[in-house]
């Protein structure tokens, strides 16, 4: 029997991009999933594209953040699995079932990821992206998708609802702390809308991760991040 996957979105002004996401999650090779949808401080139709294509959809009139629409959504799951996926990312078909068998009850981690266009300075930041999880360099999230298994997600309380700055990489050290295995799935991919990193600058996108790659070096990675996301 297949174990039930629970997907989070967090969606604020998706109205252009949240019926692709669901659409990819529907397509998947996986039948056992539902699809939770927190719509906050959405101005656009965010909260009727929810209703109308996700299992369960919640609307918040104020803004939440990411973290704490994530919260809400756990609050409402039912799933053995946790799968938190940003509003403008897709997933490769297979993607939930791979997910499905790598994740035990200590289990959390993430998946390759590919840009949602043909843009060459995209696919090779993504290629490095990519690179730097497959040598297990950095451990962390490839933009739009993390998963665990319910079971380490209350062992450690969940994410902090707090915690603006590297969130995920936060909720994934407490993890880790606890005992939990960090996994880089090589064989699925989210499809990952480059729009945020277009508006940044490919330049400083790629400056702050080669900064990011020689301070992993140096075990100063975490601090690098750290100092960067505060600035967002």
């Not at 799933?79 to 940003?86: A, H, N, S």
């Not at 939990?180 to 996108?205: D, Q």
Request: glycine content about 6%.
């Amino acid at each position: 029997m297949q174990k039930k996957v629970s997907i989070i979105i967090p969606a604020c002004n998706e109205q252009d991009y949240l019926k692709k996401t669901i659409d990819s999650l529907r397509s998947q090779d996986y039948s056992n999933i539902e699809i939770i949808v927190v719509a906050n401080g959405s101005k656009d139709k965010t909260p009727e594209v929810a209703e109308k294509y996700a299992d369960k959809a919640f609307f918040y009139p104020e803004p939440l953040g990411a973290n704490l629409a994530r919260i809400k959504g756990v609050e409402k799951a039912s799933g053995e699995i946790f799968v938190f996926l940003d509003a403008d990312s897709q997933l490769s078909k297979n993607a939930v079932s791979s997910i499905s068998d790598a994740a035990s009850s200590n289990t959390i981690g993430t998946c390759l990821g590919r840009a949602d266009g043909e843009n060459i300075k995209a696919k090779l930041f993504f290629g490095f992206k990519n690179l730097i999880h497959r040598l297990k360099i950095y451990k962390g999230v490839i933009d739009g998708v993390i998963f665990c298994n319910r079971d380490i997600y209350f062992k450690i309380n969940g994410f902090d609802e707090k915690n603006i700055v590297a969130e995920f990489r936060d909720f994934i050290s407490r993890a880790i702390k606890a005992g939990a295995k960090y996994k880089c799935l090589t064989n699925c991919y989210a499809i990952v809308s480059t729009r945020r990193y277009e508006k940044e600058g490919y330049l400083k996108v790629f400056s702050f991760w080669f900064k990011w790659l020689i301070g992993a070096i140096f075990r100063r990675g975490d601090k690098t991040a750290s100092k960067y996301w505060s600035k967002k």
